[in-house]
T-cell receptor
Framework: KNQVEQSPQSLIILEGKNCTLQ??????????LRWYKQDTGRGPVSLTI?????NTKSNGRYTATLDADTKQSSLHITASQLSDSASYIC????????????FGDGTTLTVKP | NAGVTQTPKFQVLKTGQSMTLQCAQD?????MSWYRQDPGMGLRLIHY???????DQGEVPNGYNVSRSTTEDFPLRLLSAAPSQTSVYFC?????????????FGAGTRLSVL
């Protein structure tokens, strides 16, 4: 069964600090991996999309990495801001099967002043 | 562009009632989908459509119907609401399914079934 596991479940950091969120997956055959940011009470917003051949993708202070061999991805947030407080969701899509996507449960990040 | 618009934002139903959650997008996207998000769980796909007149079931389709008569609209119908359908529902659209197509999500409809 295709699975996406995210860790930690929740994280509290101080404003200005860096943090790294993890995503491990068993989805196969792999097509692409996406990171979304979901603010409380809002829909998810796409941060990055990576295919098999891409090791890293940046979007401002957000940098995602992908190791397709170990089936792991990380999302690194640099110089955190209060507005980074949100849930971060990892989504992995499979080839074939009409591109079925498996969503992780998300990591809830709280940035405190 | 408004993006993906969902209505209503909040709804309370009694068990057995039916209702339609509306979803509209103005980006001329072919692919549209409905998800539900329960506390502590990842989004789960209910139904999806790859174009007008074409719909298919996702992971958790029971109790829900969809239709896609136009490119813009993709309503989700609850036939006979049950407490287990209490959830937050998100509609999403993208140019096509999969690949590097970015999915755009609506703000969600928060549904409570009593």
């Amino acid at each position: 069964k295709n699975q996406v596991e995210q860790s930690p479940q929740s994280l509290i950091i101080l404003e200005g600090k860096n943090c790294t969120l993890q995503c491990n997956y068993t989805v196969s055959p792999f097509s692409n991996l996406r990171w979304y940011k979901q603010d409380t009470g809002r829909g998810p917003v796409s941060l990055t999309i990576m295919t098999f051949s891409e090791n890293t993708k940046s979007n401002g202070r957000y940098t995602a990495t992908l190791d397709a061999d170990t089936k792991q991805s990380s999302l690194h947030i640099t110089a955190s801001q209060l507005s980074d407080s949100a849930s971060y969701i990892c989504v992995v899509s499979a080839k074939g099967n009409a591109g079925k996507s498996t969503f992780g449960d998300g990591t809830t990040l709280t940035v405190k002043p | 562009n408004a993006g993906v618009t969902q209505t209503p934002k909040f709804q309370v139903l009694k068990t057995g009632q039916s209702m339609t959650l509306q979803c509209a997008q103005d980006m001329n996207h072919e692919y549209m989908s409905w998800y539900r998000q329960d506390p502590g769980m990842g989004l789960r796909l209910i139904h999806y459509s790859v174009g007008a007149g074409i719909t298919d079931q996702g992971e958790v389709p029971n109790g829900y119907n969809v239709s896609r008569s136009t490119t813009e609209d993709f309503p989700l119908r609850l036939l006979s609401a049950a407490p287990s359908q209490t959830s937050v529902y998100f509609c999403a659209s993208s140019q096509a399914r999969g690949g590097k197509n970015i999915q755009y999500f609506g703000a969600g409809t928060r549904l409570s079934v009593l």
